[in-house]
């Protein structure tokens, strides 16, 4: 099958599911079983319930799709700083 030929949509993970599955609300109201793609995998990006992502569907079945996308949320307050990094300012420079 040609990637053209692929359709994406938006949703919502509402539960994890075994073996990387997740349940999916998309946008439009249906939900649907998607799992995990492999660059996501590779890359382990973790996606945890509640999440926003992006899915591809094909259009034959439209009951499974494959998670391609996490979406960053955006969270107020956020220093932007990775975990673990020391606080700007504590060290004096020369």
Do not use: W
Not at 6 to 21: C, K, M, S, Y
Not at 27 to 44: S, W
Not at 80 to 86: L, N, S, V, Y
């Amino acid at each position: 099958m040609a990637k053209e030929e692929l359709i994406q949509f938006e949703g919502l993970v509402t539960e994890i599911l075994p073996d990387a599955r997740y349940r999916v609300q998309l946008d439009a109201g249906h939900e649907i079983v998607a799992y995990t793609a492999g660059k996501m995998k590779k890359n382990r990006i973790k996606t945890l319930a509640g999440d926003r992502v992006t899915i591809e569907m094909s259009p034959y079945d439209l009951e499974k799709g494959r998670l391609i996308f996490r979406h960053k949320d955006e969270r107020p307050g956020g220093t932007g700083a990775p975990r673990g990094a020391p606080p700007r300012g504590q060290f004096r420079r020369r």
